[in-house]
């Protein structure tokens, strides 16, 4: 009976262990490193392949669309820089020397005397040509310490070692011999010639001998004025 009483409790004691756990929480779940489940994806999306972000897609027409703009830009870049290569320059090479009124036919010249030289050139290496009949106004500047002055003298014959005898009249300066100081500008108003080649030269002594003159040119055919080196 003993037996049978203490098997007996022992069934009892088990049923009421087994009663206080079904009737308590169960506790808390420790800490896995198992991987948390996948999240399920929204419906109707749909994840870029592989996983992880993409950036958003771009149509292929509109892939090529930007690149025909692109190459449309680079093509008129390029066009406008090959158009301002090959314009030429509004003003001409002697343009700081030389102006043109078609509407007066006149000549504006501005004539420099520096060493020895008139615009930098010497012994003829330069001519100016101007129409017959045209309007002469010629601005002499006097940028050298040494004295010039300025004649057109006839362009034959030996070079004379001096001035005073202009074959143009009023085509020479003040102080044609004695010559005028640095700093000093005159101006020179003349009609020009039906035709002919002169020289410009220096009137003060021994300086057109000694290569400060060029050339003065009329030439019947000429629709406009010109400066530049005499042609060989």
């Excluded at 808390?28 to 996983?51: K, L, V």
């Excluded at 036919?105 to 017959?132: D, I």
């Amino acid at each position: 009976m003993r037996h049978i009483y203490g098997g007996l409790s022992l069934v009892l004691a088990v049923g009421a262990a087994g009663t206080w756990l079904a009737g308590c929480s169960a506790p808390a779940r420790a800490a896995s490193n198992d991987p948390p489940a996948t999240q399920q994806a929204p419906a109707g999306a749909n994840p870029p392949a592989g996983g992880g972000s993409s950036a958003p897609s771009v149509p292929a027409d509109s892939q090529a669309s930007d690149s025909q703009a692109s190459d449309s830009q680079a093509a008129d870049s390029q066009a406008a820089g090959s158009s301002a290569a090959e314009t030429p320059s509004a003003s001409a090479p002697d343009s700081g020397y030389l102006k043109w009124d078609a509407a007066t036919k006149t000549v504006t010249f501005r004539l420099v005397a520096g060493p020895f030289m008139f615009n930098g050139y010497a012994s003829g290496g330069a001519t100016l040509t101007v129409p017959p009949g045209s309007a002469n106004v010629w601005t002499f500047v006097q940028d050298d310490g040494t004295p010039h002055s300025a004649e057109v003298a006839s362009g034959k014959g030996p070079l004379p070692n001096s001035g005073g005898e202009p074959v143009i009249p009023r085509a020479y300066t003040n102080k044609l011999v004695e010559g005028l100081v640095q700093g000093s500008t005159d101006v020179l108003r003349f009609t020009a010639p039906d035709t002919g080649s002169y020289r410009i030269i220096c009137g003060v002594p021994g300086h057109a001998l000694s290569g400060m003159w060029i050339w003065l040119k009329i030439d019947p055919a000429a629709k406009a004025p010109s400066f530049g080196p005499t042609p060989k």
